[in-house]
């Protein structure tokens, strides 16, 4: 059964912490997305990479945040220092154009900055 | 950047009736394409149905069936004898095949009733 995985899937850390979420894509899909999900902006594109090679991070606070794909079968969102306005969910989504044009989500990463 | 729009606020729907979802979207993208995703209160995005510009068919998967009028900028989503179970957060995304950004409206919250 094909998914896309995250890890962890709650994450409770202090103001100022490093916090590193991981995402595991289906294997063979080449594009992987990165999303954060709260009430007040929905869901607001981070980053996305395409073979590995990020072709758009503007959504994301550079400061703070980066994201990578160390290999094609891991992609990491790291935030540092952490802040409470960092709470929120944070979706991986992976897809292959062969596999046409639809991106499948992991289950989430549950993020809380007290 | 593309808009997505959602306007619709929440519904409820008795259940075995139908329901439609409004979306419309923003582009000067000539090659696109449109999704539904569902997203109950577990959390986790489920993909529903896809919808390519260039497609002269509607899209259907089972009881779900996207409305496209292209001319208009619509991607309706009619969601036929509704269950219980469909009770959730709707999203509707534009995909531009032009710079490949996924990009998700606020949604619309369904409540079907007994």
């Known amino acids: 059964d094909a998914r896309v995985t995250q890890t962890p899937r709650h994450k409770v850390t202090e103001m100022g912490q490093e916090v590193t979420m991981r995402c595991q894509p289906i294997?063979?899909?080449?594009?992987v997305f990165w999303y954060r999900q709260t009430m007040m902006q929905g869901l607001e594109l981070l980053a996305y990479?395409?073979?590995?090679?990020?072709?758009?991070d503007s959504g994301m606070p550079k400061d703070r945040f980066s994201a990578e794909m160390p290999d094609a079968t891991l992609a990491t969102l790291k935030i540092q220092p952490s802040e409470p306005r960092d709470s929120a969910v944070y979706f991986c989504?992976?897809?292959?154009?062969?596999?046409?044009?639809?991106?499948?989500f992991g289950q989430g990463t549950r993020l809380t900055v007290v | 950047a593309q808009k997505i729009t959602q306007t619709q606020p929440g519904m409820f729907v008795q259940e075995k009736e139908a329901v439609t979802l409004d979306c419309t979207y923003d582009?000067?993208?000539?090659?696109?394409?449109l999704f539904w995703y569902k997203q109950p209160s577990s959390g986790e995005m489920i993909f529903l149905i896809y919808?390519?510009?260039?497609?002269?068919q509607n899209a259907t998967e089972g009881r779900y069936s996207l409305n496209f009028q292209k001319a208009r900028k619509s991607a309706n989503l009619v969601i036929s004898a509704s269950q219980l179970g469909d009770s959730a957060m709707y999203f509707c995304?534009?995909?531009?095949?032009?710079?490949?950004?996924?990009?998700f409206g606020k949604g619309n919250q369904v409540v079907v009733i007994p």
């Open positions: 294997l063979g899909h080449n594009t």
């Open positions: 989504a992976s897809g292959s154009h062969l596999d046409g044009p639809t991106a499948f």
């Open positions: 919808q390519g510009s260039y497609d002269e």
């Open positions: 995304a534009f995909l531009g095949y032009g710079n490949n950004r996924l990009a």
């Open positions: 582009t000067s993208d000539q090659s696109y394409g």
């Open positions: 990479f395409r073979n590995r090679a990020p072709l758009d």
